[in-house]
């Protein structure tokens, strides 16, 4: 029996954007607007608009939830659907109403309301009027939202996140081209992270400066970290995994925590001559305002060797230039999503976290297992067997516990995620819940990993 510490976190993880929909809204976000300019772009063409019906069957959600053992959620509050008035933060009595709801249906079936403020669902006006988070007026009106959402809810949310995984935010949609707007700019790129890691530490002085840690609130940020192991130990290689593992995860990881960016990191950005535009004081605010806890996500590997191609080939600038993918071979694959799975990074995040960064209280706050079809495994009753699921969720915890049984300070496991949500432009194409979703009935049933689940955390072990 692994027996995991008192008061442990058995939970999942949401998003507003991903489960609610887009009912009574009063502004479009970025995948709401890039749906509707271009909706082929998504999976069978479906869009946020339903999403799970969150927004009108949070109460039955919720019971469900509860039927799944989860004594913790985390889901964010939607700057779209909260705010009437994007340049003063006026509220929207009808959001506002909305999330006070949410929240007393967790706080009644005890659940513990975990709040993200930004994941990935900037109003889409502030990009087209201001460049987004490429501009230091929009982290000053985040700020402002987030100085409503502590004043309507910090009476009963106790644990606040600034983001969620801000790196998505830099690749997808200044590098990569898999979200809105799809830009290659790696001079914009390398600002928006800057001006990210800005708006949290503002966002956490503001948190700090309303009283609430005196009130029992904590705030920190959630994070994809995605552990870098070299293909081999050839100098060349090491190297590569060492400037990866400076863009991917120490970049948002080190300011959050230590307060201060790297080096080495600011050395390679300067050089190559797309360093983001900082004052002293801002520097000093991120000095002065590290976070309370991190959250974790994790979901596969980082694996690299030496480019191909030198880095200082002509070209957009771009961080991948110091480094190549590499496919180890006889890795193990989710087929389904295209990711390696190596449950023994949660062990090296957990001891990394540990020797490196003072041992920070933290949580897994995603993990998990995107399978598409799932109704090939549903029994006579209509039950989903996702047998693979509950193993892929045992080795993650194995690995966990070792890590917290030699010291790591983890105080908590959130599965990605309740109920089958919208996945940006995948859509329904995979499905991660403990509970199944019919989107097109909205009806919900809980798969074989939810009644699991359920002994897991009435356990606190297996």
């Given amino acids: 029996m692994l027996t995991f510490p008192k008061d442990f976190w058995w939970g999942a993880a949401t998003s507003g954007p991903q489960s609610e929909g887009r009912f009574q809204k009063k502004h479009a976000n970025m995948f709401d607007h890039w749906y509707d300019i271009e909706p082929e772009v998504f999976y069978d063409r479906v869009g946020p608009d339903m999403a799970s019906n969150f927004y009108n069957s949070y109460r039955e959600d919720i019971a469900l939830m509860k039927q799944t053992g989860l004594n913790s959620l985390r889901t964010s509050i939607q700057w779209t659907r909260l705010i009437k008035d994007l340049e003063t933060n006026e509220v929207d009595p009808v959001g506002v109403a909305f999330y006070n709801n949410v929240i007393d249906e967790f706080l009644s079936q005890n659940i513990r309301p ?5 994941h990935f669902d900037l109003p889409v006006e ?5 460049g987004g988070w490429e501009s230091k007026k929009v982290v000053d009106l985040f700020v402002g939202f987030a100085e409503q959402c502590f004043a309507l ?3 009963r949310v106790k644990d606040w996140v600034t983001h969620n995984e801000p790196m998505v935010v830099v690749d997808g949609e200044y590098l990569f081209q898999f979200h809105y707007p799809k830009l290659v700019d790696g001079k914009k790129a390398v600002q928006v992270a800057y001006n990210l890691n800005l708006a949290s530490a503002k966002v956490m002085a503001k948190f700090r400066e309303m009283g609430q840690p005196q009130a029992g609130g904590r705030i920190g940020t959630v994070l994809n970290l995605t552990p870098t192991y070299a293909a081999s130990d050839a100098e060349a ?8 593992e400076l863009w991917n995860n120490k970049m948002f990881l080190d300011p959050a925590i230590k307060g201060e960016f790297p080096v080495e990191l600011l050395e390679l950005l300067t050089k190559d001559g797309v360093l983001w535009q900082s004052t002293a004081d801002e520097l000093a605010l991120i000095k002065e305002n590290t976070v309370d806890f991190i959250g974790v996500n994790f979901y596969h590997p980082n694996r690299v060797k030496t480019p191909d191609i030198a880095p200082n080939s002509v070209g957009a600038w771009m961080p991948d230039r110091y480094y190549d993918a590499y496919q180890m071979p006889g890795r193990r694959m989710n087929i389904d999503k295209g990711w390696e799975i190596y ?3 949660v062990y090296d995040i957990a001891i990394n976290i540990r020797d490196n960064y003072g041992n920070l209280p933290w949580f897994v706050s995603e993990n998990g297992m995107g399978v598409s079809r799932e109704e090939r495994f549903m029994d006579e009753k209509g039950q989903i067997l996702d047998d693979y699921r509950i193993e892929f969720i045992k080795e993650h915890l194995q690995w966990l516990h070792k890590g917290i049984e030699e010291g790591s300070n983890c105080f908590g496991y959130h599965l990605w995620t309740p109920i089958d ?3 940006w432009s995948n859509a329904y194409r995979n499905r991660y819940g403990l509970i199944a979703n019919d989107i ?14 359920k002994t897991l955390a009435e356990n606190n072990g297996f």
Avoid: M, V
Avoid at 114 to 118: D, P, S, Y
Avoid at 441 to 453: D, P, R
């Fill in 126 to 130: 502030l990009y087209h009027k201001y």
């Fill in 343 to 345: 449950p023994k990074a």
């Fill in 440 to 453: 097109h009935t909205q009806i919900k049933t809980i798969k074989k990993s939810g009644e699991w689940f």
């Fill in 237 to 244: 290689d090491q190297e590569a995994a060492r400037i990866a």
């Fill in 421 to 423: 949500c919208w996945s």
């Fill in 153 to 155: 809810f910090g009476d």
């Fill in 114 to 118: 975990i709040f993200n403020l930004h």
